[in-house]
């Protein structure tokens, strides 16, 4: 791969200085003086390798539960920023992260934005979401999506603080200024599915009656971790772990086949005891959580060891590789891998076979 610049910026004389302040008077700039930076031979992001340990972060998750209610701030939520671009609220240039929490008998008001969601429960049992009158019940290691436009609100009527990883497209909704949002009438939803209905349909390859596909967005909310844990367990008992990936899968929209929402992609992979995977970088920034297990990632030729509940982000064309010398390890992750196959951008390279 050719990564030299397409261009070397000209040398500057008084005159052309002279010329680029009536240009700047009139809204105007050269390009020869910004086509190596603007047009760059490889991606060259501002976000950075990170790493947030959840054993470091849990005290001051609960401290926010003392001193705000869901309530007051709508969604309890510590955001997840990269140290490259603090003050965004982003976790990599495409999608933002944060860690949100519900405690006991506490509600988050139902409301709609034009952002698509999903949750990655981190811990506690008792907690719920509703996505359009689908009361979805939340426990640690399932994967659930809020389709975009679509109203939601969470609750907990357990005994125990519930914890989850959001990740939204709100950085993509906003390059486009494409951003919507507003309240429902009331605090909470009217139930109008049990969430029996959907759960009964899950692993069954069968959809409502009549259903149509319409838009990209998956009609199922809820992927429970155990069945796709025990559908890593098979594979890892069945074949060679992959060089790069070990055993690793993609959720599905059952309806399309396809990814469970336009703009963002999520997987599971289960890295076997003693894996040591080789190195390979993807144009698509990803966000990880550990879901069972320690390791270690190389990324960007730093090491970070990560054990259960952590979080750490895999910036644009870094390279990576995942470890497990302690013993198995599951990873979920996700990105804007769909949106960028979508526009013909994506890449990867080291993808051994
Ligand atoms: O649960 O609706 O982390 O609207 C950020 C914005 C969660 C949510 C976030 C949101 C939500």
Same mark, same amino acid.
């Given at each position: 791969?050719?990564? $030299?610049?397409?261009?070397?910026?000209?040398?500057?004389?008084?005159?052309?200085?002279?010329?680029?302040?009536?240009?700047?008077?009139?809204?105007?700039?050269?390009?020869?003086?910004?086509?190596?930076?603007?047009?760059?031979?490889?991606?060259?992001?501002?976000?950075? %390798?990170?790493?947030?340990?959840?054993?470091?972060?849990?005290?001051?998750?609960?401290?926010?539960?003392?001193?705000?209610?869901?309530?007051?701030?709508?969604?309890?939520?510590?955001?997840?920023?990269?140290?490259? &671009?603090?003050?965004? #609220?982003?976790?990599?240039? +495409?999608?933002?992260?944060?860690?949100?929490?519900?405690?006991?008998?506490? *509600?988050?008001? $139902?409301?709609?934005?034009?952002?698509?969601?999903?949750?990655?429960? &981190?811990?506690?049992?008792?907690?719920?979401?509703?996505?359009?009158?689908?009361?979805? $019940?939340?426990?640690?290691?399932?994967? *659930?999506?809020?389709?975009?436009?679509?109203?939601?609100?969470?609750?907990?009527?357990?005994?125990? %603080?519930?914890?989850?990883?959001?990740?939204?497209?709100?950085? &993509?909704?906003?390059?486009?200024?494409?951003?919507?949002?507003?309240?429902?009438?009331?605090?909470?939803?009217?139930?109008?599915?049990?969430?029996?209905?959907?759960?009964?349909?899950?692993?069954?390859?069968?959809?409502?009656?009549?259903?149509?596909?319409?838009?990209?967005?998956?009609?199922?909310?809820?992927?429970?971790?155990?069945?796709?844990?025990?559908?890593?367990?098979?594979?890892?008992?069945?074949?060679?772990?992959?060089?790069?990936?070990?055993?690793?899968?993609?959720?599905?929209?059952?309806?399309?086949?396809?990814?469970?929402? %336009?703009? &963002?992609?999520?997987?599971?992979?289960?890295?076997?005891?003693?894996?040591?995977?080789?190195?390979?970088? $993807?144009?698509?920034?990803?966000?990880?959580?550990?879901?069972?297990?320690?390791?270690?990632?190389? *990324?960007?030729?730093?090491?970070?060891?990560?054990?259960?509940?952590?979080?750490?982000?895999?910036? +644009?064309?870094? #390279?990576?590789?995942?470890?497990?010398?302690?013993?198995?390890?599951?990873?979920?992750?996700?990105?804007?891998?769909?949106?960028?196959?979508?526009?013909?951008?994506?890449?990867?390279?080291?993808?051994?076979?």
């Amino acid at each position: 791969m050719n990564t $030299s610049p397409i261009h070397e910026k000209p040398a500057t004389t008084p005159e052309r200085l002279d010329f680029y302040r009536r240009l700047d008077e009139k809204d105007l700039a050269p390009l020869w003086e910004t086509l190596a930076t603007l047009v760059t031979p490889q991606p060259r992001t501002a976000c950075v %390798p990170a790493h947030w340990q959840y054993d470091r972060l849990r005290g001051l998750l609960m401290e926010a539960g003392e001193l705000i209610t869901a309530h007051e701030a709508e969604r309890r939520v510590l955001v997840l920023e990269n140290p490259g &671009i603090r003050g965004r #609220s982003q976790i990599t240039n +495409s999608l933002y992260a944060g860690l949100q929490l519900i405690l006991p008998g506490e *509600i988050a008001a $139902s409301h709609r934005h034009a952002a698509c969601a999903l949750r990655f429960i &981190i811990e506690g049992n008792g907690a719920y979401t509703a996505v359009d009158g689908e009361r979805v $019940s939340m426990h640690p290691g399932d994967f *659930i999506i809020t389709p975009s436009w679509t109203f939601h609100d969470h609750g907990n009527t357990g005994d125990e %603080p519930v914890v989850w990883l959001d990740g939204l497209d709100v950085p &993509i909704v906003n390059l486009f200024d494409t951003s919507f949002a507003e309240k429902y009438a009331d605090e909470v939803q009217p139930v109008v599915r049990a969430e029996d209905d959907a759960t009964a349909l899950y692993g069954t390859n069968m959809l409502p009656f009549g259903y149509e596909v319409r838009g990209h967005n998956s009609p199922l909310f809820a992927y429970r971790y155990e069945p796709s844990r025990a559908a890593l367990a098979h594979l890892a008992q069945r074949g060679a772990p992959h060089p790069v990936h070990a055993f690793k899968l993609q959720y599905a929209n059952p309806a399309t086949g396809g990814y469970p929402m %336009p703009t &963002i992609g999520a997987y599971l992979q289960l890295l076997p005891a003693g894996f040591d995977g080789a190195s390979y970088r $993807s144009t698509d920034a990803t966000v990880f959580a550990v879901a069972e297990g320690s390791g270690y990632s190389v *990324i960007d030729g730093r090491r970070f060891d990560w054990t259960h509940r952590d979080a750490f982000v895999v910036p +644009s064309w870094v #390279s990576v590789s995942h470890h497990a010398p302690q013993g198995e390890a599951v990873l979920f992750s996700f990105s804007d891998r769909p949106a960028q196959q979508a526009l013909g951008l994506w890449r990867e390279q080291g993808r051994a076979a």
